[in-house]
Each structure stands twice: as C-alpha cells, then as structure tokens.
C-alpha cells in the first residue's frame, strides 16, 4: 500500500507524547510518523504518494464502540420500529407491514416502551392477529409483549407454573398480562435468531447495513457480542475481499458450552487474524434492565415494590471460577447496585483461589448502579466496566423508576474515573437508541447531576478506554507511530466547542488501516 499523508490539520493524537499534531504520515495500514505538516512533508514518501489537504480540519482517533449486536442491529433496521408508539399507532403498523399473515405466521417488531404504551395487553394483540403468534421486543430487550398465541408455545396460560427463569406478568386474577420478563431464548425469538444468524442471504445484509451506519458515525472498531459463530464467516470473507469496514472482536454466550469450543475452532481455520477479527470476552447475564424493572437493586424501584432479578449467587462463582481455569476473559452484564455486590463478592472468592484473574480484565457491561463502597473495589480487583452512556437519552424515565437521588448518581462515571477504575464507552446498540459516539460524548459531558465527565475523558474512554477492554492498547486509542491508521475527521473539535454543541458534531471521514470507507456527502 503506497504512502498516505493527511496534512495541514487539528489532530487530537491522545497519545501523551504529543497531544496535538498539525499532519500524519501512514503506509501499510499503520500510522509512520506525526508531527507538523513541514515535518510530514519532508518525510520519504515515494513518488506515488497521496496528500491529503486536511484544510483545518479535526481528525481524531477511530470510535471503538465497546457494545454492540452487529447482525441484530442490522436486522432491527428492516423490522418494523415501534419505538414511540401508543397501543394504537403499534397496531396500525403491524398491520400495514403484515396485512394478510398466513396462518401460525410469527409477527416480530422491536422497540415499543413504557412511556408511549403504558398498559400492554395481550387482548390488544388477539383481537387484531388472532391466528398469529405476535412477539414485540421491549426497547431493552429484557421483555417481550405477546399475545396469546405467542404465549401458548411457551407453556403459559392462566393457571400454569412460572417459568424457573424470568417472570411472567399476571393481573390479580391470575390471568397472563402478556408481559414476559428476562425468559432467554424463547423458542419462537430462538427460530428468527436462528434463520438471521445461519442463514447468510439474511444475515449478511443485516450485517451490512449495521457496517454501513459504523463508518458513517466514525465507528472503526466494535467489539460485539456475535454469540453465534456463523457470523465468523461473513466478516472472514469481507476481510478477505478487502470490504471490511471496521475491526471486530467477536464474543460468544457463556451460557451455551458449544459455542465457545465452536467460535475458538472457527477462528484456529482462518476466521481470526491479529488485525481485524479477533476473539472476545464470553458474555454472562446477572441481571435484567432499570426499564423492565428486572436489574437487581439494593432498594426497591421509586414506582414498583420490587428489587429486580437477581441471579443464583452462586452463578458468578462457577462463570469466574471456568474464566479463571481457562485464562480466558469474560463480560458481565450487570446493571443495578446489588447484582454488582453479588458479583463482587463472588469475584474475591475465586479470586483467593486464581490470583491470575484480576490480570484478566473481566469486564461488567453497563454498571449503572454502583454503591460508594464498591468503587474502590471494582478498582483493586482489576474489573473494567464498559458503559453506554446513550442509556442516559431518558433521564425523564430513570427520574421515574429510580427516584431522583439515585437517578442522579446512576451512570457514576465520575465516580469511576476518580476512583482510578477503566472506563470503557459505547453503545449496547440496538438494545439502546443510538450508536453515534458523539451523542454518546454528548450525553456523558452533558447530563445533570455531579457525575458529568469533561468531553476529553469521553473521548479517551470511546478510544483509549475501548482499545484497552479488548487488549488493543498496543494498536488502537490514539495517533502515534505504529498505531493502527483508524481515524475520523470530524466537523469540529468535540473537546473545544461549547458542550452543549457537541451534538450536532458530524463524522465527515472515516479512514480505517489508512483506507477511506467513509466521505461525507458534500452539502448542494
């Protein structure tokens, strides 16, 4: 690959030997050299090199977003969106997407929530699809409304037990309300994930739209929890046609044993390589969602009597104690105060058993609780936690179900930093909203409350901080010589605007290993 340089720019290296750079010289998909751009520009290139005139503009570090559902968020974008919708306008849709559904036809939609459609009901469903099972996913993903259908192939109709994991709603009669809660894999949502994930005529749009919408928002690598090994063969494939357009690390589901001997067989024939797809953290649940009112709390929700769902106590144990045994790194999907007490504890029990592990960077997805004391904590054991700030696009909603004490030290990331804990940033797209980093810095830099972080150490924690949840530090987070050329030109300095015009930032380039997959259209 011939010489590329970008000159005459405002270059946020975040490296801290040299903060800012004016140019960049890259060849071989790795930075060579940073520096002003006289500097750049007496630097050998070869005589076919490329200049690239930044004009003034801002590059900084590719976003690393540290959370995502590639497939599933492609596939949200072809579904049906019921995303602020009443019981009314979540009819009218299903019925113009599915007008004449064949008998026993499954009708899948995503993303209705509380706040628009406050009283679900199974009866809403029947009358309107009574032959159809009708399974619509809650904004987070931890609660499914069905009808009675639907409800059916899960065993559940008045008078029938609970299931052993989750929670079935019930009116005071005892009849099924049609909301479940944190089930897992039903089986119907089980057969869609099947035909999107084996079946690559669907899986591989999906994955490409989600891919499209990366480099669009500056997103040069995710880290996604994949959890289904055919996945492994698109982004093998699209790496060797060169059209991969962001790095992957790629996780499969603790609580499926095969899936990991599967992902690690898979990646031994060629599905893995150092630079674009490598292997991830194994993926756990110990709780639920604050909207579901399923994570596990110290303290009953503001408007439910309920602390949420917890896991077994002895989970953590087992799922740390088989990390530990195997070296290998795990992330766990913790979000409420108490389940990360649990996990704490739990974690310094295996942890007299392995020293090793607190080397291992086992990392809690979300922590959108934490008590004061278990900040320090989470700091010496060496536990990374990877958070979304997008999950603070409702501070209305976490007011409501949180009261306004804790809503307003929920997300701690102050608290996290000052504690000397690693942050990471992301997205957990689509089980929240949006993806865009620069919402995302927005949000963090921007919430009420004393837990706001500067723009800057929201930079650092979607570059820096990502690269090192993932063991990229070496390669990714900042601009240096042999640093990975993945970077994004953006419309204005996130770290020197007024705050509050942090949203309205752009992604105008997107360059990954040196190569653009990303040009903003130019305006008229």
């Known amino acids: 690959m011939r010489a590329q340089a970008w000159i005459n720019g405002d270059i946020l290296t975040l490296d801290k030997a040299r903060p800012r750079a004016q140019a960049l010289l890259a060849r071989g998909g790795r930075i060579d050299l940073v520096g002003s751009t006289a500097e750049i520009l007496a630097a050998p290139k070869g005589s076919n090199a490329v200049i690239h005139d930044l004009q003034g503009g801002v590059l900084v570090p590719g976003f690393n977003d540290n959370h995502v559902h590639a497939v599933l968020f492609g596939d949200h974008l072809l579904a049906p ?22 008998p026993g036809q499954v009708i899948m939609a995503f993303n209705w929530d509380y706040p628009a459609c406050p009283e679900p009901r199974k009866e809403i469903l029947d009358e309107a699809f009574p032959r159809n099972p009708v399974v619509l996913s809650q904004f987070s993903g931890h609660a499914q409304w069905m009808n009675s259908a639907a409800l059916r192939t899960l065993g559940v109709w ?120 490598r292997p991830g953290p194994v993926k756990y649940f110990l709780d639920g969602a ?17 602390q949420g769902l917890c896991a077994d106590p002895a989970a953590p144990l087992a799922e740390l104690d088989f990390l530990a045994r195997n070296n290998l790194q795990g992330a766990f999907h913790i979000i409420g105060d108490r389940g990360i007490a649990v996990f704490l504890d739990a974690f310094e029990k295996v942890l007299a058993r392995w020293p090793g592990l607190s080397a291992q960077r086992i990392r809690i997805e979300h922590a959108q609780l934490i008590r004061r004391e278990d900040l320090p904590r989470i700091r010496d054991l060496g536990i990374l936690v990877a958070a979304q700030p997008s999950a603070l696009g409702d501070p209305e909603k976490d007011l409501r179900l949180l009261g306004r004490e804790r809503a307003l030290r929920a997300y701690p990331y102050r608290s996290l930093l000052d504690a000397g804990v690693r942050l990471s940033l992301g997205s957990d797209i689509p089980g ?10 927005h949000f963090a830099a921007n919430r009420e409350g004393p837990e706001r972080i500067t723009p800057l150490e929201a930079l650092e924690a979607y570059t820096k901080g990502s690269a090192y949840a993932e063991f990229a530090e070496a390669s990714k987070g900042c601009l240096a010589p042999g640093m990975l050329a993945d970077f994004v030109r953006l419309s204005a300095d996130p770290t020197a605007v007024d705050p ?21 259209p130019q305006a008229g």
């Open 81 to 102: 969106n019921l995303g602020g919708l009443d019981a009314q306008g979540i009819l009218a849709l299903l019925k113009k997407t599915f007008p004449s559904p064949a």
């Open 158 to 277: 008045k008078g029938s037990p609970d299931p052993a994991r989750g929670q079935v709603l019930r009116d005071p009669d005892g009849e099924p309300t049609g909301i479940v809660r944190d089930l897992g894999d039903t089986g119907l949502g089980k057969k869609r994930f099947r035909r999107v994930f084996f079946d690559a005529r669907q899986r591989e749009p999906r994955l490409a739209l989600a891919l499209e919408t990366f480099a669009r928002l500056g997103i040069t690598s995710v880290q996604d929890n994949a959890w289904f090994y055919p996945e492994l063969f698109s982004l093998a494939r699209l790496r060797r046609q060169a059209r991969l357009t962001a790095r992957f690390t790629t996780w499969p589901m603790g609580r499926q044993p095969w899936t990991i001997p599967a992902m690690a067989f898979l990646g031994a024939l060629g599905g893995y390589d150092r630079e674009w797809v």
């Open 290 to 306: 604050f909207s579901t009112r399923t994570a596990c709390l110290c303290e009953p929700y503001a408007d439910d009597p309920g």
């Open 432 to 441: 929240e909203a949006t993806c865009d980093p620069l919402l995302g810095i």
């Open 500 to 520: 509050g015009a942090i949203r309205d930032i752009k992604a105008l380039e997107t360059v990954v290993g040196g190569r653009t997959v990303y040009s903003a």
